[in-house]
């Protein structure tokens, strides 16, 4: 993709590259980011009972919890292995970053916990209670 700012990369816009790199970003989160694997895979699960169960909303909800947590996550990697790559040795500065990043996707992880164990709760009470 062309950078108009820096002057590099390939002019003209390429929709399906952009598609593929995006895969691509999430296949490695997935394979090299335990945090981000399992969210997927749990995710996937109770997302897959209440779309079969028609809880349509529950199921939206679930999509946008699910998403807000593997961004914040692949930010919070991204900003610390970016971090790393800058600066080899301990500096307290990069420590504040990197901290900064990491409690932003603490908050999304909450908010993820939160909606899972709702949803949970909800498929718990209609398999096991009637």
């Not at 779309?51 to 349509?56: A, G, K, N, P, S």
């Not at 301990?90 to 504040?96: L, S, W």
Request: glycine share 6%; net charge neutral; proline share 1%.
């Amino acid at each position: 993709m062309y950078n108009k700012f820096l002057g590099t990369g390939e002019k003209g816009y390429h929709p399906l590259r952009k598609i593929k790199v995006c895969l691509s970003g999430l296949r490695y989160a997935i394979h090299y980011d335990f945090s981000v694997a399992y969210k997927i895979y749990l995710s996937v699960g109770i997302l897959i009972a209440s779309f079969l169960l028609r809880q349509w909303i529950d199921s939206l909800l679930i999509l946008a919890a699910t998403a807000l947590v593997l961004i914040a996550e692949m930010f919070n990697s991204a900003i610390e292995a970016l971090c790393d790559f800058i600066e080899t040795n301990e500096n307290h500065k990069i420590k504040v970053i990197k901290d900064i990043s990491a409690a932003a996707a603490g908050i999304s992880i909450l908010l993820w916990t939160v909606v899972m164990l709702v949803e949970l709760s909800h498929l718990w009470r209609f398999f096991f209670e009637g």
